[in-house]
């Protein structure tokens, strides 16, 4: 089974701090993907990544960057939390650059900015 | 673009009784439709997928969904629910050609009731 594991569960930062959100999968996926998930608005596409070192905005990519060194490891920052960005983050990952290979998800990261 | 809506946010059904949940996207040609299950405090488990051929398919846990072209919907059914099935399922829709990205619907939250 295809396993993503996000570092933290739950974290909580303060306003204006540089924030690491680290997800790993495990199965060599080239595509990893990081996601808002807020009530009423469903899963939101932040960045997501096809190869390593490679990035591409997603729909709301505005306060967030990203990171992809290896090609297990895609990291969401958030340069100046803001409580805004108070959220649910997912992480998730598939095999191919094609649109019939699912995505495999994380438990999720509930990020709170205060 | 492709998206799609979910238009029901809750939905409660008895114990027993049978289930459908509605998804309806819009895309401009034969789309790949997902469905996901995400239980509390959990990531996104993925229930079935439809890419083409037969436009019933099974998934996990006793699910099923139908694809109607004519109808733009891919609901998603379950004969006989259990408490368990308690939990939000989100609807997904990824194009046909192009890189993989896929767009959630908002989510329906299903409560069983004893």
């Known amino acids: 089974d295809v396993k993503v594991t996000q570092s933290s569960r739950y974290l909580v930062k303060r306003t204006g701090e540089k924030v690491f959100l680290e997800c790993v999968q495990d199965m060599d996926h080239e595509n990893m993907f990081w996601y808002r998930q807020d009530p009423g608005l469903g899963l939101r596409l932040i960045y997501f990544?096809?190869?390593?070192?490679?990035?591409e905005k997603g729909d709301i990519p505005e306060g967030y960057s990203v990171s992809r060194e290896k090609k297990e490891r895609f990291s969401l920052i958030l340069e100046s939390a803001s409580t805004n960005q108070t959220s649910m983050y997912l992480c998730a990952s598939s095999p191919e650059k094609k649109a019939n290979q699912p995505q495999h998800f994380g438990d999720g990261t509930r990020l709170s900015i205060l | 673009a492709q998206s799609v809506t979910q238009p029901d946010i809750h939905i409660t059904v008895s114990e027993g009784a049978s289930l459908e949940l509605r998804c309806n996207y819009s895309?401009?040609?034969?789309?790949?439709l997902f469905w996901y299950v995400q239980s509390p405090g959990q990531g996104l488990q993925l229930l079935l997928k439809?890419?083409?051929?037969?436009?019933l398919v099974q998934g996990i846990k006793g699910f099923e969904a139908e694809f109607k072209r004519s109808q733009s919907s891919f609901n998603l059914r379950k004969p006989s629910v259990h408490w368990s099935d308690a939990a939000e399922y989100f609807c997904?829709?990824?194009?046909?050609?192009?890189?993989?990205?896929?767009?959630f619907g908002t989510g329906t939250r299903l409560l069983v009731s004893p």
């Open positions: 997904a829709v990824g194009a046909a050609t192009g890189f993989q990205k896929l767009v």
């Open positions: 895309y401009g040609a034969t789309p790949y």
């Open positions: 439809y890419f083409s051929g037969d436009t």
């Open positions: 990544s096809y190869d390593v070192k490679m990035k």
